[in-house]
């Protein structure tokens, strides 16, 4: 007996076999900062890791529309800021948002000006704030009844050399567990004035955090009680994280045998 085909299944070694076996992409949206090339983004030297031909585009995620929704969603609610009633789709994100919106306008601070975008990325929140509102910001998020987010486990620096203007990031992850919520807030400062506020005052688990992230990207927190290298010696020049350091290293001997510095190496590429 011949065997029946399935005129809705894919045939494995058919072209719709192929499309099924591919990894679905993520969506090109946001903003595009870059053309990235292998797989660290070394571009003065050998590329060892055998990853030479791999080009992939470098995205940011762009400002997300309301509702954001959120992993404990209402389908409705009051807004703090407001007033007004929110429809399907609002959720916990949406919570946050209105009470810090709601909480900015209370002290005088206007959220448009405070708040540069909002972003929910892989069901994650994000708010983008203007850096010089940095430590108002935190202190609304600690200490408001409604939002309490009293832990910051700490800052990381990223550095996105085609981000033009706003190349260095700073980004604390926020939680709280009054709500038993987790959020993230991030501010920008160009390669040319890297200059952030401190929240060792808000947050002093903080302080070797943040010394820690001016070390490795050269981010310089305004404030900070003693703000030294952590890692590197105290003359060390220049930051090594950042994507525009130069890849080598220094040679190491090694069992008698001389293992030269990464972009001396062989290239696969």
């Not at 959120?70 to 399907?88: D, I, L, Y």
């Not at 994000?126 to 939002?147: G, K, Q």
């Not at 926020?174 to 808000?202: G, Y």
Request: hydrophobic share 30%; with cysteine; proline share 9%.
């Amino acid at each position: 007996m011949s065997e029946q085909k399935n005129p809705e299944r894919p045939e494995p070694n058919g072209q719709n076999g192929q499309e099924e076996a591919v990894p679905a992409q993520r969506e090109d949206t946001g903003e595009a900062i870059a053309t990235r090339r292998g797989m660290f983004g070394a571009n003065n030297g050998g590329d060892t890791s055998g990853y030479g031909g791999l080009v992939r585009t470098v995205r940011l995620p762009g400002a997300t529309p309301r509702p954001y929704g959120g992993p404990r969603g209402t389908g409705g609610g009051t807004s703090r800021s407001s007033g007004a009633e929110s429809g399907g789709g609002y959720g916990e994100f949406d919570e946050i948002a209105d009470e810090l919106e709601g909480a900015l306008d209370e002290q005088g601070l206007v959220p448009e000006n405070v708040i540069e975008k909002t972003v929910v990325d892989r069901d994650e929140l994000t708010f983008h704030i203007e850096r010089s509102y940095l430590p108002a910001v935190a202190r609304i998020l600690r200490d408001d009844p409604a939002l309490r987010f009293e832990l910051c486990t700490g800052v990381s620096g990223v550095h996105f050399p085609g981000d033009r203007g706003r190349e260095l990031h700073a980004v604390y992850h926020l939680r709280s567990i009054t709500h038993n919520r987790l959020i993230r807030v991030e501010v920008s400062a160009p390669d040319a004035d890297p200059h952030v506020p401190s929240l060792v005052d808000v947050y002093p688990t903080n302080d070797w955090h943040e010394r820690e992230t001016y070390d490795f990207f050269g981010i310089v927190f305004d404030g900070h009680p003693a703000l030294t290298r952590i890692m590197m010696p105290d003359d060390w020049q220049g930051f090594p994280q950042r994507k525009d350091y130069p890849l080598g290293g220094i040679p190491v001997e090694y069992k008698g045998a001389q293992i030269p510095a990464p972009d001396q190496r062989r290239s696969y590429s």
